[in-house]
């Protein structure tokens, strides 16, 4: 519980402290600052300590690995563009509601992709996810006024 936490407290920061410095920076400058940094962290703090830089080493040497660590680096830098530029033009809360939608992305993914079964707790859980980022992006307060007339 406490690491769970700690992840959602970090993730929580880097939004906060990112919208910030966006505020002085192009989104585009500031996603290229913040995966400079990530690439030193992994490569000298993490890799080291389990035996990453092994496996990193075979992904290179086989073609095909290489093929799919390189589209999961597209795939992964396209969705860390597009979430710094929702945290820009959205805000913090805005765009961290937003983010999460990529639960239901998976399981659209899934679906289509490697034919996974939408089961009735997937699909529950995600008509959650759905409703709660409307809650969270939506000002409801707004919506439920009856006496606004447009």
């Not at 769970?4 to 880097?14: F, H, M, P, R, V």
């Not at 009735?120 to 009856?146: Q, R, W």
Request: glycine share 10%; net charge neutral.
């Amino acid at each position: 519980m406490f690491l769970s936490l700690l992840a959602c407290l970090g993730w929580a920061a880097e939004g906060v402290i990112s919208t910030f410095g966006m505020d002085m920076v192009d989104p585009d400058i500031a996603i290229g600052i913040r995966e400079a940094a990530s690439c030193v962290v992994y490569l000298v703090a993490v890799l080291p300590f389990v035996g990453g830089l092994v496996i990193f080493g075979d992904a290179f040497g086989a073609p095909q690995a290489l093929m799919y660590l390189i589209i999961a680096a597209f795939s992964g830098a396209l969705s860390y563009l597009a979430w710094y530029r929702a945290l820009n033009m959205a805000g913090v809360g805005r765009g961290m509601a937003l983010n999460i939608t990529y639960c239901l992305w998976a399981i659209v993914f899934g679906w289509l992709i490697t034919k996974t079964p939408v089961t009735l707790p997937l699909a529950i859980g995600a008509c959650l996810i759905f409703i709660g980022t409307l809650v969270s992006v939506t000002n409801v307060k707004e919506l439920l006024d009856l006496r606004k007339v447009s």
